[in-house]
């Protein structure tokens, strides 16, 4: 028997940290999991699972209205905030009911408590209690980034989005990223005035820029209001409970709601790492090698806290390949290239690979191919809104280097696209592809 309490002791009971403990205690280690809040971390708790369900939601606003160009009487709907917020709320109760009987049918302990790392082997618990450990996998994940500009307490953040009692009339969202649009999208379909304001020029940076800027102007069409280079003066609460807020190169704007969707910062603050000799970089996230290994050789990171790629699937292949490699005999390392993402706004858009100005900066000679269409749906529902397909190709060979996507179903479509760019293959292989029509689905193998 070993000289340590656990064979492995996990501070995150989220993706990463469950995704690894339970894959290291069925290799046969000894594990146990620290989680202060609730079990299912970000995504499942208060993140992309939620989220979805409130995008689920808001899309009904569109449908009902496009049934009746269907045939469908539908009369006027009225939305209850508060009924689908509970039934999230409870479904999210539910998943994570889920992820504690997967961590026990395991049999990992799980200590519903923060903790801390106290040497490199050793952590303490919130009630005091001290354990040992051969090795410590820090998956704390990360937290939304605030603003200090005065008044900033007034705000809300995604953390508290799904709790509100009621959908504002009016409501400012800080930030131009995934999470600042699909919350823009989600309440706007809800019927709140969304005004969008940002401290650059630019939405969604990193996505390619013909997507991007499809759904700034689709947004703008349905109504969000978008104040580019714009930064926060400060936020006043009004004597009616509104909200005044004061921004650069901008008007001051009343409002009844401020959310901030202004990035993530990783959560080690107070975790003791400091005490085994962990490095934190400028951002805040552990430094870690390809193994996962931070500085300290017995403890480890995956997921948010390290900062290395924000996607709850990247926390799980983390944390597979941590106990793979560790307790199962298995080394493995993740592979960080072509990693497909998505937004789920109003339409959505997805990715994977490079974007055109990417792949002009590394290959130099590269094909572009497009769709630029109405979907079916749309043109009888009398919906002007257009999808965009876009393929990138190197110019040399014609293999597919990107595809990216905005309309209907978008991210559905592009996992499997995802597997054919992984995979190498060609715009050729795409187009010797028999189609299935009619289907959105077809225009990637009939691309121009």
Same mark, same amino acid.
């Given at each position: ?8 002791? !996990? ?44 995008? *689920?939601?808001?899309?009904?606003? /569109?449908?009902? +209205? ?11 709907? =009225?939305?209850?905030? !508060? ?12 998943? /994570? ?7 026990? #049918? ?52 995604? #953390? ?5 009692? +009621? ?13 600042? =649009?699909?919350? +823009? ?21 990193? *996505? ?13 069409? &349905? ?41 993530? !910062? ?34 480890? +990171?995956?997921?948010?806290?390290? #900062? ?47 974007? /055109? ?8 000679? !590269? ?16 919906? #002007?809104?257009?999808?965009?397909? &876009? ?5 040399? =060979? ?51």
């Amino acid at each position: 028997m070993s000289d340590f309490d656990f064979d492995l002791f !996990v501070i995150g009971g989220g993706s990463g940290g469950v995704r690894a403990s339970r894959v290291a205690a069925a290799h046969g280690a000894r594990v146990a999991v620290a989680e202060e809040y609730r079990v299912g971390g970000t995504c499942v708790i208060r993140g992309c699972v939620p989220k979805k369900l409130l995008v *689920y939601g808001a899309h009904f606003a /569109e449908d009902l +209205a496009d049934a009746r160009c269907f045939g469908w009487d539908v009369p006027e709907c =009225n939305f209850d905030w !508060v009924r689908l917020r509970d039934n999230v709320l409870a479904e999210v109760t539910r998943i /994570e009911g889920a992820y504690t009987g997967t961590l026990e #049918n395991h049999k990992v302990q799980l200590f519903h408590q923060r903790a801390v790392v106290t040497g490199p082997h050793s952590v303490r618990l919130a009630d005091g209690t001290e354990f040992t450990a051969e090795r410590i996998l820090i998956a704390t994940g990360a937290r939304p980034q605030i603003p200090s500009c005065p008044g900033h307490e007034h705000g809300i953040t995604s #953390n508290e989005v799904f709790h509100l009692p +009621a959908i504002p009339k009016r409501i400012l969202i800080a930030g131009a990223g995934y999470i600042a =649009n699909e919350f +823009a999208g989600i309440f706007h379909e809800f019927g709140a005035h969304v005004t969008l304001i940002n401290r650059s020029d630019q939405i969604l940076r990193g *996505y390619d820029e013909q997507i991007r800027d499809r759904l700034l102007q689709i947004s703008m069409t &349905k109504g969000i209001n978008f104040r580019f280079n714009a930064s926060f003066r400060g936020i006043e609460k009004l004597e009616n409970g509104q909200l005044r807020v004061s921004m650069t190169n901008h008007d001051d704007i009343d409002v009844d709601c401020v959310l901030f969707a202004t990035g993530r !910062v990783p959560n080690t603050e107070g975790l003791g790492l400091e005490t085994a000799g962990v490095e934190i970089d400028d951002a805040g996230a552990v430094k870690v090698n390809d193994d996962n290994q931070s500085t300290c050789a017995s403890i480890y +990171a995956v997921g948010d806290v390290t #900062n290395r790629v924000q996607l709850t699937p990247v926390a799980i292949r983390e944390g597979q390949a941590f106990a793979d490699t560790i307790y199962g005999g298995k080394p493995t390392k993740v592979d960080y290239s072509c990693i497909p993402s998505a937004v789920f706004s109003h339409p959505p858009l997805a990715g994977v690979g490079m974007t /055109e100005g990417q792949a002009r900066t590394k290959l130099g000679s !590269v094909r572009v191919y497009t769709s630029d269409f109405r979907p079916m749906k749309n043109v009888l529902a009398g919906r #002007n809104e257009r999808a965009l397909y &876009k393929m990138i190709c190197d110019g040399a =060979n014609n293999r597919i280097v990107g595809i990216h996507m905005i309309g209907p179903d978008a991210p559905e479509i592009l996992q499997v696209a995802a597997v054919a760019i992984k995979a190498g293959l060609t715009k050729d292989q795409f187009d010797q592809t028999v189609a299935i029509h009619p289907t959105m689905a077809e225009e990637l193998v009939l691309l121009r």
